[in-house]
């Protein structure tokens, strides 16, 4: 394994929608995967959101401003060994200027039920055979893993990130912490209670499972070293739940950390990415936020 930590590549691509075609775009003959069908879009700039990289991505290849809509789909992929891409498509909401190829070899306007007919890279082809199949442009194709992960490995050893990470977020004790919630007077109470005991991250340990102990238990391995830790707010979870009611299920997320042959695994299914389906904005937006704010924490205690 490479001595510096490894990071997922995010990756985001456009769905335009005009009179019932789809624009594509094949990539120019040389370099990699030359001549592979793919979506407008591309990689996201260190620091850069991923809507703002996507606006910036449709001006250069298209020479288009545009507004971006909901998130259709994101997953991650592997194109080769040790090389993780997360793959986010966007629905283009509006967009003004006439759209021009400034980057690939030819563009194409398709029927939708069409796009399978076209040599797409092999990261969209789970994607673009889900969106073939949903010709009403409400419904939602699914990727069959369900899920995005954020996933990172770090050379430390597992006590260094375990502790990294205990130490940027807030421990209470389960018991008297609900117990504190629950007598709150008022959401003011609450609040203020809740920052409290939240670390520097504002997220809080509201359990933790050893998995390596019950996997040693069986193996008689000491080696086998791997926590799950479930994190959260309730703050946060009550402004995706008032939206989306299933979002309750989700929160708090779960992260794990484990020790594997390449180094130490930090993995976190997004919150974005179990909501995105039901289609809400606002609580896209909030749980996001708790992705951004979950992804540094795990940056920060792999680094």
């Known amino acids: 394994m490479d001595s510096e930590t490894r990071v997922i590549v995010e990756v985001v691509a456009a769905v335009i929608e005009r009179a019932g075609l789809i624009l594509i775009g094949q990539r120019k003959p040389r370099g990699r995967h030359g001549l592979k069908w793919e979506f407008p879009g591309g ?20 020479g288009i401003e545009a507004r971006i809509g909901d998130e259709i789909e994101g997953y991650d992929f592997s194109y080769n060994a040790g090389h993780v891409t997360r793959l986010l498509f966007f629905r283009v909401a509006e967009f003004t200027g006439e759209p021009e190829n400034l980057d690939f070899a ?11 007919d076209y040599d797409f890279l092999e990261g ?4 673009v055979r889900g969106l073939a199949d949903n010709h009403e442009s409400g419904n939602r194709p699914r990727h069959p893993s369900g899920m995005q992960r954020f996933s990172i490995v770090s050379s430390k050893s597992f006590e260094s990130v375990v502790g990294a990470l205990e130490a940027d977020i ?3 004790d389960p018991r ?7 007598s ?3 959401h003011a109470e609450m609040e203020a209670f809740v920052q409290k005991v939240a670390g520097s991250s504002g997220l809080l340990e509201l359990a ?11 193996s008689g391995r000491e080696s086998a070293k791997s926590v799950r830790f479930l994190i959260g707010n ?26 594997r042959r390449d180094g130490v695994h930090l993995s976190y299914d997004t919150m974005a990415g179990f909501l995105a389906p039901y289609g809400n904005s606002e609580a896209l937006a909030v749980a996001r936020d708790l992705d951004s704010k979950i992804e540094t924490l795990l940056r920060q205690a792999a680094a």
């Open 208 to 218: 933790r499972f050893d998995l390596g102990a019950v996997l040693r238990k069986e």
């Open 170 to 172: 807030g421990h209470p």
């Open 106 to 116: 030819q563009i194409a306007w398709v029927e939708r039920q069409r796009l399978p």
């Open 43 to 62: 990689k996201v700039e260190p620091g850069e959101a991923v809507r703002d990289a996507l606006v910036r991505e449709l001006r250069e290849e298209l």
């Open 184 to 186: 709150a007077k008022n």
């Open 234 to 259: 309730p703050l946060v979870m009550k402004e995706m739940v008032k939206h989306v009611p299933d979002a309750g299920s989700y929160a708090p997320v779960t992260v794990l950390i484990d020790e």
């Open 176 to 182: 008297a912490f609900q117990s504190v919630l629950g």
């Open 124 to 127: 969209d082809v789970a994607f």
